[in-house]
């Protein structure tokens, strides 16, 4: 009989428990970073339901869209700390969680420890990067969903255009393929580092290279662009409204391509005169259409996630090979 109460306690906890060994162990072990980071997500969450709420009603109170609803997005705090919220969180993925993932196991020893018991070196790494990568995508799939749902029926009162990262960068799959990056990226700069603060600081400066500088060149070299021709000194028809414009031209009626400034002389009879030369008659746009918007963000949440899938791989790789 009291064989049988000791067991059942014990399968009665094992039962309940919805994580176990090592799954359970590594949860524990991030408890902080994951608390941090899912309320991050919640607070973000609530400011952006309350900020589409409150955009609702003042646009309703203008009569929107029949009438013009001016700039309501313009100094909007909510807006404002719901983009810093967004703009720094792949920044914290990669720098807290992922850098120091494998780094700080490795440069404690906890590693050695750990894959010296009963756990396997591919069990024990499994769980880590199921974890970070578990976080970074329920995350960015939370984040992108409610932001998408406030930015795309009103787009047009916002300030950011579509391709900017404010909106581009937070909206569909891309979020979330661009934290699973990040974070990736920060797990294999830890890998090779194999300390903490250095490979913390690695990973902040090439998550803002990244995100700064070489994100925004590849953004706009996602889609084909396409050109349209109008006559001078007229509008460009309304259904470009919401084009981006990557670059602009005059042209002659052969069809000849001239720089924007080919004919800014210093004053108008010049440049009548310059004009008359080349036979300018039509400006000329080229620009990537709102309708591309969805493939593009498709193909970079592509490029994204091979990004992932190849980082991933060579960490498994170091890590299973190499000495921890």
Same mark, same amino acid.
């Given at each position: 009989?009291?064989?049988?109460?000791?067991?059942? *306690?014990?399968?009665?906890?094992?039962?309940?428990?919805?994580?176990?060994?090592?799954?359970?162990?590594?949860?524990?072990?991030?408890?902080?970073?994951?608390?941090?980071?899912?309320?991050?997500?919640?607070?973000?969450?609530? #400011?952006? =339901?309350?900020?589409?709420?409150?955009?609702?009603?003042?646009?309703? =109170?203008?009569?929107? /869209?029949?009438?013009?609803? %001016?700039? *309501?997005?313009?100094?909007?705090? !909510?807006?404002?700390?719901?983009?810093?919220?967004? %703009?720094?969180?792949?920044?914290?993925? =990669?720098?807290?969680?992922?850098?120091?993932?494998?780094?700080?196991?490795?440069?404690?020893?906890?590693?050695?420890?750990?894959?010296?018991?009963?756990?396997?070196?591919?069990?024990?790494?499994?769980?880590?990067?199921? #974890?970070?990568?578990?976080?970074?995508?329920?995350?960015?799939? !939370?984040?992108?969903?409610?932001?998408?749902?406030?930015?795309? *029926?009103?787009?047009?009162?916002?300030?950011?255009?579509?391709?900017?990262?404010? !909106? @581009?960068?937070?909206?569909? *799959?891309?979020? /979330?393929?661009?934290?699973?990056?990040?974070?990736?990226?920060?797990?294999?700069?830890?890998?090779?580092?194999?300390?903490?603060?250095?490979?913390?600081?690695?990973?902040?400066?090439?998550?803002?290279?990244?995100?700064? @500088?070489?994100?925004?060149?590849?953004?706009?070299?996602?889609?084909?662009?396409?050109?349209?021709?109008?006559?001078?000194?007229?509008?460009?028809?309304?259904?470009?409204?919401?084009?981006?414009?990557?670059?602009?031209?005059?042209?002659?009626?052969? %069809?000849?391509?001239?720089?924007?400034?080919?004919?800014?002389?210093?004053?108008?009879?010049?440049?009548?005169?310059?004009?008359?030369?080349?036979?300018? !008659?039509?400006?000329?746009?080229?620009?990537?259409?709102?309708?591309?918007? =969805?493939?593009?963000?498709?193909?970079?949440?592509?490029?994204?996630?091979?990004?992932?899938?190849? #980082?991933?791989?060579?960490?498994?790789?170091?890590?299973?090979?190499?000495?921890?």
């Amino acid at each position: 009989m009291s064989t049988t109460l000791t067991e059942k *306690p014990a399968e009665t906890d094992s039962g309940h428990r919805l994580l176990r060994g090592m799954p359970w162990l590594v949860v524990r072990q991030h408890r902080v970073a994951l608390v941090c980071v899912l309320g991050l997500t919640l607070v973000a969450s609530l #400011l952006i =339901a309350y900020g589409r709420s409150e955009l609702v009603q003042l646009l309703d =109170a203008k009569g929107w /869209p029949e009438k013009d609803a %001016g700039q *309501p997005m313009e100094n909007n705090r !909510v807006y404002e700390y719901v983009g810093s919220i967004l %703009g720094g969180l792949p920044l914290i993925l =990669a720098v807290f969680i992922g850098a120091p993932l494998i780094a700080g196991d490795q440069e404690n020893g906890t590693a050695q420890l750990v894959t010296t018991q009963s756990a396997t070196r591919r069990q024990w790494l499994i769980a880590k990067l199921g #974890l970070a990568y578990t976080l970074a995508l329920v995350s960015g799939v !939370v984040l992108s969903a409610l932001f998408t749902w406030w930015w795309k *029926p009103y787009r047009s009162v916002f300030l950011s255009d579509w391709i900017d990262g404010a !909106v @581009f960068d937070n909206t569909g *799959p891309v979020l /979330p393929a661009f934290l699973l990056f990040l974070t990736a990226a920060g797990i294999t700069i830890g890998t090779l580092i194999r300390r903490v603060l250095p490979a913390m600081v690695v990973t902040f400066l090439f998550t803002a290279i990244t995100t700064m @500088f070489v994100w925004d060149e590849v953004r706009v070299r996602l889609g084909d662009t396409q050109i349209f021709t109008y006559p001078m000194d007229t509008e460009l028809p309304a259904r470009y409204a919401e084009a981006y414009e990557v670059d602009r031209w005059v042209g002659s009626a052969d %069809g000849t391509l001239y720089g924007w400034g080919t004919c800014a002389e210093a004053t108008e009879k010049a440049q009548n005169a310059c004009i008359k030369e080349h036979g300018i !008659v039509n400006d000329v746009i080229e620009y990537l259409d709102y309708s591309q918007m =969805a493939p593009m963000q498709w193909t970079a949440a592509g490029i994204l996630l091979a990004g992932t899938a190849l #980082l991933t791989a060579f960490t498994l790789w170091r890590v299973t090979r190499r000495p921890l």
